[in-house]
């Protein structure tokens, strides 16, 4: 980035910032964790509703369509953490594997980098140590 695009960058994001503070002052200490512990995932049956066949029913089931998005996140370099927490624990609860998550980020090290595999690869073994921790009976974690 050139100096130029950074500060208007951080102007950008202090402006909206402040717009955010003045629509709702709870904003301000607004906390994506807490966000990801209130909604962890949503059910498989919604997750089939939302993004499955029920709005395009010859597309793609809702297990492929978060494989792809993991893939996404990964190749453009895993931007957003609590997105991709957010894609894995989504894809385990619509069927993927363990191992077909782990595959799909292994391969997004082409495109994204070793680096993105890498911490996207981190990121994946939290989501598994959680979902494991918390006795989730996913099909995703047996494999």
Do not use: C, W
Not at 15 to 38: C, D, G, H, I
Request: net charge negative.
């Amino acid at each position: 980035m050139t100096q130029d695009y950074t500060k208007l960058f951080q102007t950008m994001i202090a402006q909206s910032q402040e717009m955010a503070r003045a629509f709702n002052p709870a904003l301000e200490s607004f906390n994506t964790a807490a966000l990801e512990k209130l909604i962890p995932v949503l059910p498989k049956d919604m997750l089939e509703i939302f993004f499955g066949r029920t709005f395009n029913r010859e597309g793609l089931d809702a297990r492929t369509r978060f494989l792809v998005s993991i893939a996404g996140m990964v190749a453009s370099g895993v931007h957003g953490d609590p997105q991709l927490r957010l894609g894995i624990r989504n894809a385990l609860e619509a069927g993927a594997t363990k191992r077909e998550i782990a595959e799909t980020i292994f391969q997004m090290s082409m495109f994204g980098g070793v680096p993105a595999m890498t911490r996207a690869l981190d990121i994946a073994q939290g989501v598994f140590d959680e979902t494991q921790d918390s006795g989730s009976q996913n099909p995703g974690d047996n494999a």
